[in-house]
C-alpha cells in the first residue's frame, strides 16, 4: 500500500496557511540511560501485572506463551528501532505510519496507541495504589454507591482517589519539564532494575527446581484456546519500545543512541519475561499463581530462601514503584504523541502548543491526562476495575504494531533514501526501475503475521477490548473528520509535506552531521535517477507543497512552484 | 563536576557488576537444565538468552565509554 499524497489537497487549504507559528521546540535532553528507563518503565511493569493472568490461562505453558508473544516482539522491536533510528521524531509508531501510509492511517495508528498510554496511565497508577495499600489494607474497602439511582456495588472510592492523585502529580512532573521527569524515571527505573534481577538472581540460585518445571510442562499443558489466550494476554507485557520512539527526538544522537538502547530494552524484557515464567513453573505449581494473580511477583518473591522473609512488603514497594513509573511512560508518551499529531494535522494544532517555559507540550498532558482519569473514574465504578482497564490493553497495541509493519515495508520501498544507522535483519534485494537497490525485511514480513494473528485472537477472546477497541478507533474517526472538514484538508488523501528538507532538520537538531551528508549524497542520487525538476514542473499550476512544520526555527512556509524556499 | 563524575563512576561499577553477574547465572541455569536434556528446552534457551544479555551489554558498555565525551563533528 502506497502513501496517498495530494499535491492539489494542498491548494484549497486555507485553514494550514494559519499554521502557528511555534517558536519553541521539545529539547533533547535524554541520554543513553535516559532512554533505556523510558522504556523499561513501561515494560517492566507489565511483568508484574501480566504474570498471574497469564499463568492463570496458559497454565503448564506459561513460558512458552511468553516465548511466543516475545518472538512476536523481539520483531516489533526491530521494525521499530530501524524506524525511530531512521525518523527520530515524537510520535513514534503513528509518525512512521504517517511517512510510510500517509494521512488517514496514521491517525489510525496514533489514536490506537493513545489508547493504549491513556489506559496505561489510569492502570498503572491503579496498580500502583493498590500495591500502597498492602501497607494501609483499609484504604481498600469496598463500598455501595448510588448516583442518579443506579447502585454500583462494590466501589473502592479511596483506592480510586490516590490513583487520581498520582494521575495529578505525574502530569505536573512532565509539564514542569522532560529533564525532571527523566531524572525520576532514571533513579526509580534503576531501583526496580536491581530488584528485578535480585529476585530472578536468587531465585534460580536458591529455589528453582528444573524437575518441576518439565513436571508441569508435561502434565498440565493447556488446550489450544488457553494456550492462544495466554499469549495474547502476554503481548500486554510489551509496550516498552514506543515509549523509546517517543522520546526519540528528545534524545541527544539518537541515531547511535537509539539503536543500542532497544536492542539492550529487547532482549532484556525478553529474558525478563522467560525468566519470570519460567522460574514460577519451576517454583510452584500455576494454580497457586492463579489464585494470587493480583500480587504473582510476591508470591514467588515470598517463596524465595532468604529473601523471602522481607520479600512481602519490600516486593509491594517495588510493585508500587514499578507501576507509578509505567504510568509516568504513559503520561509521557500520550503527550508526544499527541504534540506530533497535532503539528501534522491529525487533530486540532492547538494541542501542538509548548509551553514558552518549560519548553513541554502542556495542552496534551492536560487534556489527556484528563481523559485518562475520566477512564479511571468510569473502571472504578466497576468492582474490578483492573479488569476492565487491561480487557482492553491489547487492541490498541496490536492494531498500532501492525500498521507500523506495514509502513516498516513501504517506507522501504518508497524511501530508501533516508539514511537507517539500524536495519532489520534478514533481507531480499530487489532493484527498482529507477535502478536504485530495495530491501525487502522477511522478519517485517514475520512480524507483521505475527502480530495479526495476535489482533485476531484479541478479538475473539477479549470480551470487553473487541467493543470498546473498535468504539475508541470510530470516535477518534469523528474527531479527525470533523477536524479537517473544519480546515477544509482532505479526509482520505494525504497533504504533499517536505520531508526531505524536515528529515535534514531533523538530523542537524540532534548532532548527525554523518547522517545529514549521507542524505544529502542519497537525495542528489535520487534527483539524478529521478529526475526531480522535471516531475515538479508537471504539478498544476500553482500547486503548493506544504513544509514539514519544523519545531525549533517555526519553519511553516510554502513553496509555490517556481519559488526558491 | 565532581558529584558528576563520582555518579557516573557509580554508573559504570554497577553496569559492569551486573553483566557480570548475569553471564555465571546464566551458565548455572543452563548446565542444571542440560542435566534434563531436551525436556528443559526452555531453561536452556533462557540461559543462553542470560548470557547473550551480558555479552551484549558488556559491548555496549565498552562501545559508550569509547564514544564518552567525543562531540559530534562540527559543520564546516
Known amino acids: ?565 | 563536576m565532581k558529584p558528576q563524575s563520582q555518579q557516573l563512576s557509580l554508573r559504570k561499577r554497577y553496569r559492569t557488576l551486573v553483566s557480570a553477574l548475569i553471564i555465571p547465572l546464566g551458565l548455572i541455569i543452563l548446565v542444571r537444565a542440560s542435566l534434563f536434556g531436551l525436556q528443559a528446552w526452555t531453561l536452556i534457551v533462557l540461559g543462553m538468552a542470560f548470557v547473550a544479555l551480558g555479552v551484549v551489554r558488556l559491548r555496549a558498555y565498552a562501545w559508550n565509554k569509547q564514544h564518552q565525551g567525543i562531540p559530534a563533528r562540527k559543520r564546516k
Open chain 1, 1 to 565: 500500500m502506497a502513501s496517498k499524497t495530494a499535491p492539489d489537497a494542498a491548494v484549497a487549504s486555507g485553514a494550514a496557511a494559519k499554521i502557528e507559528q511555534d517558536s519553541h521546540s521539545l529539547r533533547r535532553a535524554v541520554g543513553v540511560w535516559g532512554s533505556y528507563t523510558w522504556g523499561y518503565a513501561d515494560v517492566g511493569a507489565d511483568v508484574y501485572v501480566a504474570l498471574g493472568i497469564v499463568m492463570a490461562a496458559a497454565q503448564g505453558a506459561t513460558n512458552v506463551a511468553f516465548l511466543f508473544a516475545g518472538l512476536v516482539y523481539v520483531m516489533v522491536g526491530l521494525a521499530y528501532t530501524e524506524l525511530a533510528a531512521a525518523y527520530p521524531m515524537a510520535g513514534g509508531g503513528q509518525f512512521y505510519v504517517l511517512r510510510g501510509l500517509g494521512d488517514f492511517w496514521g491517525f489510525v495508528a496514533g489514536w490506537a496507541v493513545l489508547l493504549d498510554f491513556t489506559i496505561d496511565i489510569s492502570l498503572f497508577a491503579l496498580a500502583s495504589a493498590g500495591y500502597i495499600n498492602f501497607f494501609i489494607p483499609v484504604l481498600d474497602t469496598h463500598i455501595n454507591i448510588s448516583l442518579s439511582g443506579i447502585t454500583f456495588p462494590g466501589v473502592q472510592p479511596f483506592l480510586i482517589l490516590e490513583a487520581t492523585i498520582f494521575v495529578v502529580l505525574l502530569t505536573f512532573l512532565n509539564i514542569i519539564g522532560v529533564r525532571e521527569s527523566s531524572k525520576f524515571n532514571e533513579i526509580l527505573g534503576a531501583l526496580d532494575v536491581i530488584s528485578e534481577s535480585s529476585i530472578l538472581f536468587f531465585g534460580f540460585l536458591f529455589a528453582f527446581n528444573p524437575s518441576m518445571l518439565v513436571h508441569q510442562m508435561f502434565t498440565q499443558w493447556p488446550d489450544a484456546f488457553h494456550l492462544a489466550y495466554g499469549a495474547s494476554l502476554a503481548i500486554i507485557s510489551f509496550v516498552g519500545l514506543e515509549s523509546i520512539s517517543q522520546a526519540s527526538q528528545e534524545t541527544i544522537r539518537p541515531g547511535k543512541v537509539v539503536p543500542r538502547t532497544s536492542i539492550a530494552l529487547i532482549l532484556t524484557v525478553l529474558i525478563y519475561a522467560l525468566a519470570f515464567s519460567n522460574l514460577s513453573l519451576a517454583m510452584l505449581p500455576w494454580q497457586s499463581f492463579a489464585q494470587h494473580n493480583g500480587d504473582p511477583i510476591a508470591w514467588l518473591a515470598s517463596h524465595i530462601p532468604v529473601l523471602g522473609l522481607i520479600a512481602g512488603p519490600y516486593v509491594a514497594m517495588l510493585g508500587a514503584t514499578l507501576v507509578l513509573i509505567s504510568s509516568n511512560a504513559g503520561v509521557f508518551g500520550a503527550s508526544r504523541i499527541t504534540y506530533s499529531m497535532a503539528r501534522f494535522d491529525l487533530l486540532p494544532r492547538w494541542f501542538s502548543k509548548v509551553h514558552p517555559k518549560f519548553r513541554t507540550p502542556i495542552r496534551t498532558l492536560v487534556v489527556f491526562s484528563g481523559i485518562a482519569l475520566v477512564e479511571l473514574w468510569l473502571a472504578g465504578l466497576s468492582p474490578n476495575a483492573y479488569d476492565v482497564l487491561g480487557n482492553m490493553y491489547a487492541f490498541g497495541a496490536a492494531t498500532a504494531y501492525m500498521l507500523v509493519f506495514v509502513s516498516l515495508l513501504v517506507l522501504r520501498f518508497i524511501d530508501p533514501w533516508t539514511p537507517r544507522p539500524f536495519k532489520v535483519p534478514l533481507n531480499l534485494r530487489f532493484r527498482g526501475k529507477d535502478g536504485e537497490t530495495r530491501l525487502l525485511p522477511i522478519v517485517g514480513v514475520l512480524g507483521f503475521l505475527g502480530i495479526s494473528s495476535i489482533l485476531a485472537l484479541v478479538v475473539l477472546t477479549h470480551a470487553i477490548g473487541r467493543i470498546a477497541g473498535p468504539a475508541w478507533i470510530i470516535l477518534g474517526l469523528l474527531i479527525y473528520i470533523w477536524h479537517r472538514r473544519r480546515n477544509k484538508l482532505p479526509v482520505t488523501k494525504s497533504l504533499k509535506r517536505n520531508w526531505e528538507k524536515e528529515q535534514m532538520h531533523v538530523y542537524e537538531d540532534a548532532g548527525e552531521y554523518e547522517l545529514a551528508d549521507e542524505l544529502k549524497e542519497n537525495l542528489a542520487r535520487k534527483r539524478r535517477l529521478h529526475g526531480e525538476e522535471e516531475i515538479e514542473s508537471r504539478l498544476p499550476i500553482g500547486t503548493q507543497v506544504l513544509d514539514v512544520p519544523l519545531p525549533s526555527n517555526g519553519n511553516h512556509s510554502r513553496k509555490r512552484k517556481g519559488e526558491k524556499v
